[in-house]
């Protein structure tokens, strides 16, 4: 089976290279200047990839593919119009970083936009890396906050639930006292204090 690659241009052209076990990316990228009058930067993208130059192009093929298509991208740079350097083809866009993050689990431009408004306005900071540090340490921490505040408020319930259980009535008169504390440990002094009741009913 003779295998080949076609390679379609932005142009609309299609240009078929035979394909050997040893030719490259950049090997590839000299076939379509040869044959073409382009003058711009290449890049090869096969399956939604960019190709680096040394990538051997049998070997990222799908197996029993007799026809490998891929695209060229041209780019409208100066300098050679021999292939790119695998350094440009290897190009990466850079990982989000602070509130960019949060664009992943379905935040708008306009939400990050606002909250990083907000942020940037709390921290009163003007070092933009200093800022994304601050928002990346907000991220990571926030689980953990919340987990720490649920497990307060769980604890702070408990234990006024055991303290109305077992010290009954005598524990409400500590609820005048308690009002700087919030509410929730009053109610639940409340809600010991009535299940201490509904025992000893039970009891009897």
Known sequence: MTRHVKVRLSSGRDLTVPLSDELTTKQLKEEVVKHTSITGRLRIIYLGKILQDDQVIAHVAL??????????????????????DSEDSAVMTPAPRGFDRLRD????????????????????????????????????????????????????????CAAGFFVGFIALFAIFEMDRLGKRLPAAIVVGVAFNLIFGLCRD
């Not at 891929?70 to 292939?83: D, R, T, W």
Request: charged fraction near 25%.
């Open 63 to 84: 197996p029993h593919e007799e026809e490998i298509v891929v695209q060229c991208s041209i780019s409208e740079l100066s300098g050679s119009p021999a292939a790119a």
């Open 105 to 160: 689990a379905g935040l708008s431009d306009q939400d990050i936009a606002n909250l990083r408004q907000q942020f940037d306005h709390d921290q009163d900071n003007a070092d933009e890396d200093a800022n994304l540090a601050a928002e990346e340490a907000w991220i990571d921490n926030d689980g953990n906050d919340q987990n720490d505040a649920l497990q307060g408020i769980s604890y702070e319930i408990l234990l006024g």
